[in-house]
């Protein structure tokens, strides 16, 4: 999914988080949420770094790879330290947000590649 469409998405969230919690969440938790909700992204960059091609074309064709920041085992580790930490918290709802619309949007094209990419031990077990 377009990085515009996840920053306008947490931002959302964030403003209604904003909105029904003020005294848990402030506006620097809002921009944690938005950022954490773009640069989850940044796992294409690297992905692309290491493999060679051209990660823009790869946001245009949505074609799934696999992306260490969008699998569940980060996931997992990421809700276990937001127990510790309000940022990693905050940071947990930004990636979570930001793998829904992912996940919604594979749904909605009738585009299931992107499951053999979403466990790490999984690809690696398949590969
Ligand atoms: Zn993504």
Redesign the pocket.
């Known amino acids: ?1 377009h990085i515009i469409y ?1 920053l306008i998405i947490n931002f959302i969230i964030g403003i209604v988080l904003l909105y029904f919690f003020p005294n848990k969440f402030t506006w620097i938790a809002v921009m944690i949420i938005v950022l954490s909700g773009v640069l ?2 940044l796992d294409h960059v690297v992905y692309y770094t290491i493999n060679g091609g051209d990660s823009h074309l790869d946001f245009v064709n949505n074609n799934p790879h696999f ?1 260490f920041f ?1 699998t569940i085992e980060f996931i997992i580790l990421i809700i276990v330290l937001s127990f510790f930490s309000r940022n990693v918290f905050f940071i947990m709802i930004g990636s979570l947000s ?2 829904l619309a ?1 996940i919604m949007r594979y749904i909605v094209e009738n585009n299931y590649a992107w499951l053999k990419y979403w466990s790490v031990i999984y690809y690696f077990l398949i590969k």
């Open positions: 999914m996840h989850i992204d992306y969008h930001h793998l992912d």
